[in-house]
């Protein structure tokens, strides 16, 4: 079963505007992770926050982990047409596995 | 894709047929995993290896074995392919220098008709 539940499931935005995703889930978890996947490639790392952080910046990219309430948001700031992808969190259980999420379609708009 | 590459990248094959996919790595880390993606599931786990000889099942593992003889390879096979296992399948390591974070394989498209 999934541990993490993306909301929205697709999200379309005009390039400039700032994209927010979010991810649940119902487990305790050592820490959460961001990944993106351009259509037909792997998927690669953006970020990941741990159980005891509450917030993380990368560039562009802040994440926000809420343990209480068992959420994650993923907001990108000042999109742009090649930040269109499908963004997953996936939620690390130790022993070096994690659990994914079924993904948010991000679509940015010229 | 992180040093990663997977054999072949697109295969069609019948019902009933073993397929066997290849995951190659070249950076001697120790851990490696196979997931599927499916349009509604995103990716799950079938099986994953940490380390020579040594590994273990995920969420999805029916119908899938694997098997790791060298550090570098990583095989996962379909003994008996079903057309439920039409899938993307991934392969993925984790960087011995960060043990949480995974990097992947381009993928392999497997069509079983």
């Known amino acids: 079963s999934q541990q993490g539940e993306e909301d929205p499931q697709a999200l379309s935005i005009q390039e400039g505007e700032n994209a927010t995703m979010n991810c649940s889930y119902k487990?305790?978890?050592?820490?959460l992770q961001w990944y993106r996947q351009n259509s037909g490639r792997g998927l690669v790392h953006l970020i990941l926050?741990?159980?005891?952080?509450r917030e993380k910046h990368s560039g562009r990219l802040r994440v926000t982990l809420d343990t209480s309430k068992k959420s994650s948001s993923l907001l990108i700031t000042a999109s742009r047409a090649a930040d269109t992808a499908s963004y997953f969190c996936a939620t690390g259980e130790g022993a070096q596995k994690l659990v994914f999420g079924q993904g948010t379609r991000l679509t940015i708009n010229p | 894709d992180a040093g990663i590459t997977q054999s072949p990248r697109h295969k069609v094959t019948e019902t009933g047929t073993p397929v066997t996919l290849r995951c190659h790595q070249t950076e001697n880390h120790r851990y490696m995993y196979w997931y599927r993606q499916d349009p509604g599931h995103g990716l799950r786990l079938i099986h994953y290896?940490?380390?020579?000889?040594?590994?273990d099942k995920g969420e999805v593992s029916d119908g899938y074995s694997v098997s790791r003889s060298k550090t570098e390879d990583f095989l996962l096979t379909l003994e008996s392919a079903t057309s439920s296992q039409t899938s993307v399948y991934f392969c993925a390591i984790v960087n011995g220098t960060s043990t949480d974070t995974q990097y992947f394989g381009p993928g392999t498209r497997l069509t079983v008709l």
């Open positions: 487990t305790s978890i050592n820490n």
């Open positions: 926050i741990r159980s005891n952080e």
């Open positions: 290896s940490y380390g020579v000889k040594d590994t």
